[in-house]
Nanobody, 125 residues
Framework: QVQLLESGGGLVQAGGSLTLSCNAS???????????MGWSRQTPGEQRELVAS???????SYADSVKGRFTISRDNAKNTVIMQMNDLKPEDTAVYYC????????????????WGQGTQVTVSS
């Protein structure tokens, strides 16, 4: 019922910036079921890892590897989350997946309710 539409991926040089956007669409009831949204990423041969998340109330969490470089924000009225990625590094190269979580659910890769299709972020050195 919920569709997560991602945009903003692309190719950038190391030290550059990208902004990822994820918009959640669906019925008012399905949208209301979203308690948190965020981004995970996955590179070939590695497990998907949680990058950043933000709850409807504004509580944020970041992976240690992106703290100080990535900033997540949300616009609840627009059902949109934004992740500003600064000082990108080649190791940030991955497919980034938007994700949403339901209430009373711990925010983690294994507890995602809905996934986006993924957007490629490539950082060249």
């Amino acid at each position: 019922q919920v569709q997560l539409l991602e945009s903003g991926g692309g190719l950038v040089q190391a030290g550059g910036s990208l902004t990822l956007s994820c918009n959640a669409s669906g019925s008012i009831f399905s949208i209301a079921s979203i308690n948190a949204m965020g981004w995970s990423r996955q590179t070939p041969g590695e497990q998907r890892e949680l990058v950043a998340s933000i709850t409807r109330g504004g509580s944020m969490s970041y992976a240690d590897s992106v703290k100080g470089r990535f900033t997540i924000s949300r616009d609840n009225a627009k059902n949109t989350v934004i992740m500003q990625m600064n000082d990108l590094k080649p190791e940030d190269t991955a497919v980034y997946y938007c994700a949403s979580w339901s209430p009373r659910t711990a925010v983690g890769v294994t507890t995602v309710r809905y996934w986006g299709q993924g957007t490629q972020v490539t950082v060249s050195s």
